[in-house]
């Protein structure tokens, strides 16, 4: 069987050892390594190349952030997956721009966080709390104007991939540009289908990495 391979970094040892624990429960799952700062992270990173990388952010020599960006500038297939406690917008921010897949709290169920893993892996994206996704929401409307125009999309296609990151409907989306519900839809199955997207959240996360 082909295991799908972690990496866990958290500088609290019990934490470690029960995301170990739980991971280590599912037959598809091995974790290979663990960390307690995000300097190992990185030279575990390299040297195992591990399939996916549960990172906390706030930790000793080297926070979760950091780690992240360097990890990805060395190691482009890395699929890291941001597990802390901090749902603020300037947390969220930095850990999406530093290149991470995903970021979920630790108070998520262990299931979900097994199912993000998977998600990650898969080459999706997870934001699984509402509160994450709220605090998203209101980053994209700040960063608005920063928005660079990706050149395979058309200038309407990009006015309703704005709007879908601010949260609103398809209805509401129809209101403001004059169009109808059924043509924002199929706007946005088009959105998903060019940028190899799932939903209207991995919408959001292009949005804001961009």
Known sequence: MCYLKVLIVDDDG?????????????????VIATAK?????????LKLCPDVI?????MPEMDGVEAT????????????????????QSYIAKAIKSGAN???????RSEDIVDAVRSIYKGGNSILDSDVIDNLKGMLKEEKSDFTLDQNLSHREIEILELVAEGLSNKEIAD??????????????????????RDRTQLAIYYLKN
């Open 14 to 30: 019990l934490i470690r050892d029960s995301l170990k624990m739980i991971l280590d429960l599912e037959e598809d799952i091995e």
């Open 37 to 45: 700062n995000g300097k190992e992270s990185i030279d575990l990173a």
């Open 54 to 58: 549960l990172m906390d952010i706030r």
């Open 69 to 88: 960006k360097v990890i990805k500038d060395k190691y482009q297939h890395a699929k890291i997956l941001i597990l802390t406690t901090f749902k603020e």
């Open 102 to 108: 995903g970021y979920i709290l630790k108070s998520q």
């Open 176 to 197: 403001i540009l004059h169009l109808s519900p059924g043509t924002v839809r199929n706007y946005i199955t088009s959105l998903l289908d060019k940028l190899s997207l």
